[in-house]
């Protein structure tokens, strides 16, 4: 793991048995996002990446809330970073804005938002990159963005299609109503409800680092591609993917603890 870890003056990250917790660190303004928050998103997301013996992710936000989204006042205060924030990196194919939540779907290992309190506009985006999502039934989630008569375009528009559908990411979009956890699980843009959804994120983490690593990456990877790829295209990773993992020492290790009737779970390597 490099040995340079990004800033954590407004998003803190405590690595521990190989689970990243991260925390959006702006409390007293209920973890609202501002272009440094953005900034310290993608490193802290680049940084774990490239982390070997990590295994999964918990995000949440300290305080009150896990976010309210955008800084509006804060943002508009610097125009001219702005406009270098709206401009996408060719290579990447996102802006600023973008790759504060998309960032975290290019990390190999499960993320899980563990979310409290208010969950408005990019809050619902950086959720949205999570692989779950864990809030509290009396969290508040909206599509802010509509009020404000714009779309969300922190990659919103994709994630949310693919995690409640077309009609209801239309409906949530257009009208910005605001929902409860409950409600967010009724819909399915909430993964699991719980009185203390960090918690529960963290024993749940718990559990996906006691699988082969290179499995949840592959699992990852096929079914993040699998929502826009063709049938053809996802076969053929399959197969792929399959061929990998049967030569790898983790497949190995986890086929001798599924055999075990003493010790279902076991050590993995790193990857």
Known sequence: MSSKQPSTRLVTTRVEDGIAHVRLARPDKLNALTLDTLDELVRTARWLRRDRSLRAIVIAGEGESFCSGLDIPDVMRRPRRIVGAFLPVPWRGTNLFQEACWAWRRVPVPVIAAVHGHCYGGAVQIALSADFRFATPDSRWSVLEGKWG???DMTG?????????LDVAKRLTMTAEEISGAEAARIGLVTEVHDDPTAAAAAFAQRLAARSPDAVAAAKRLLDGAVTGSARRTFARERREQVRLLMLPNTKIAQRAARSRTSPDYRPRAR
């Not at 528009?157 to 559908?165: A, C, D, K, P």
């Open 150 to 152: 714009i779309i969300p």
């Open 157 to 165: 528009m994709r994630s949310l299609s693919e995690v409640v559908g």
